[in-house]
């Protein structure tokens, strides 16, 4: 079957930096998204990868990993406006998204 | 950028009636929109996939009948709960893949908060 994991919760402090890991299987594969979420509003485009290695955004990178179904996004320089759930999403080969349940990222001060 | 506006934000309504919710791709034409609900503290739940000109699919679970979906022209879908009751009660989001950008990049709507009292 197909399906997406990753971390329910993290904590991280501002300032620092955080990994959110996500692992996926699906029947085929178009690219890998990470959407961010913040509570009571709908989820903002954050990255996209269709090929191995490290894309950078600023503050945000993302990386991908085909041959072990792996992502990860990466936050540097926390800030607590990045208090949010972060989704993880891989398309399939009928190009339909398959979602991971998130993972809430709490910020410290 | 691409903008997906969706219409209205918040809605109350009583048990039994129903209520159309609006979704618009502004500023690029969108053959394909979705539709998702989501539960408190939990992912995106895919409804239905919205395909101008042609019949929604809809995933299974999912009753066609209650939640109706329109898509008239490329910029505009509609999903109406029909004889909504408390438990129809949720977050329903709206997505549009822009086309000619990255394999499938979906921008959402902001989502639409419905209480059935």
């Known amino acids: 079957g197909q399906n997406i994991d990753q971390p329910t919760e993290m904590t991280a402090t501002e300032g620092a930096i955080v990994q959110i890991n996500c692992t996926y299987q699906?029947?085929?594969?178009?690219?890998l998204f990470w959407y961010q979420q913040h509570a009571g509003e709908a989820p903002t485009f954050l990255s996209y990868?269709?090929l191995d290695g490290l894309e950078e955004k600023g503050r945000f990178s993302s990386f991908l990993s085909r041959s072990k179904g792996y992502s990860y996004l990466l936050l540097k320089e926390l800030q607590m406006k990045d208090s949010a759930s972060y989704l993880c999403?891989?398309?399939?080969?009928?190009?339909?998204?398959?979602w991971g349940a998130g993972t809430k990222l709490i910020i410290k001060p | 950028g691409a903008v997906v506006s969706q219409h209205p934000s918040r809605v109350i309504c009583k048990s039994g009636t129903s209520v159309k919710i609006e979704c618009r791709s502004l500023?690029?034409?969108?053959?394909?929109m979705f539709w998702y609900r989501q539960f408190p503290k939990q992912s995106l739940m895919l409804m239905a996939t919205?395909?101008?000109?042609?019949?929604?699919?809809?995933e299974q679970g999912v009753e066609k009948d209650k939640f109706l979906i329109n898509h008239a022209s490329l910029t505009l879908s509609t999903l109406t709960v029909t004889s909504a009751h408390p438990e129809d009660s949720s977050f329903y989001i709206c997505?549009?893949?822009?086309?000619?950008?990255?394999?499938?990049?979906?921008?959402f709507g902001n989502g639409t908060r419905l209480t059935v009292t």
């Open positions: 999403a891989a398309m399939d080969s009928n190009y339909q998204l398959i």
């Open positions: 500023d690029f034409q969108a053959t394909t």
């Open positions: 997505s549009a893949r822009e086309p000619d950008r990255e394999s499938g990049t979906l921008h």
């Open positions: 990868n269709v």
């Open positions: 699906t029947s085929g594969f178009n690219g």
């Open positions: 919205s395909n101008e000109g042609s019949k929604a699919t809809y």
